[in-house]
């Protein structure tokens, strides 16, 4: 692949051209296919991702019911953020739901580049606080909203959502089966005719 970690958008003008070279030097880009997965339960997260195109998903296996609680597209960070920080086994899955292309964050490198480069590595501690805070919010409204809300709110933030991921993962990860994601669909769809 062509493409460097130091030419994704907004990269040049926040690396230096020493950084730029060291950052493409030790984060490489690739591609992952569909059903790809990047974690298992059980193991050390020794790499932790950002999404340049398509679409990944954090689940868990609850005796054998796999529960979606995260969808990871276009700009986004992908990490089982506790499992790579404190280099301790993750208690979840991290699966490609289409064809991906992935930057490559491989925790070595990253401590190396930490190291050399302080303001990079405030950088990302600022991107983390960003992305921990939206995960707060994900949770108390998922908490607090019924299942027909949670939907509505993801017609209306992610919308793209509901056309490039499967309805059994959607139900999941709105907590309901997908009969019952079939009928919220439908409802929503009458209320809006009439």
């Known amino acids: 692949m ?30 992952f296919r569909k059903g790809s997965v990047l974690l298992k339960a059980g193991d050390v997260a020794t790499e932790s991702w950002y999404c340049i195109e398509g679409c990944v998903h954090m689940y868990y296996d609850v005796d054998g019911d796999l529960r979606t609680t995260e969808f990871y597209t276009e700009g986004q960070a992908v990490a089982s953020l506790y499992s790579f920080i404190n280099q301790v086994p993750a ?33 990302c501690r600022v991107s983390v606080e960003s992305d ?27 919308p793209d959502l509901l056309q490039r991921v499967p309805q059994y993962l959607l139900a999941s990860y709105l907590g309901v089966t997908p009969e019952s994601l079939s009928r919220i669909r439908k409802r929503i769809l009458s209320k809006a005719a009439g």
């Open 91 to 123: 208690n979840h899955y991290l699966a490609c739901v289409e064809d991906s292309t992935l930057v490559v964050w491989r925790y070595a490198a990253e401590r190396e580049l930490f190291g050399k480069y302080p303001n990079l590595e405030s950088s």
């Open 132 to 158: 921990f805070g939206e995960h707060q919010e994900k949770l108390a409204s998922f908490l607090t909203r019924t299942p027909e809300q949670r939907y509505m709110d993801l017609m209306e933030q992610r």
């Open 2 to 31: 062509d493409l460097k970690p130091s030419q994704l958008p907004g990269m040049s003008e926040l690396l230096s051209p020493e950084e730029a070279r060291d950052m493409d030097r030790l984060v490489p880009i690739k591609r």
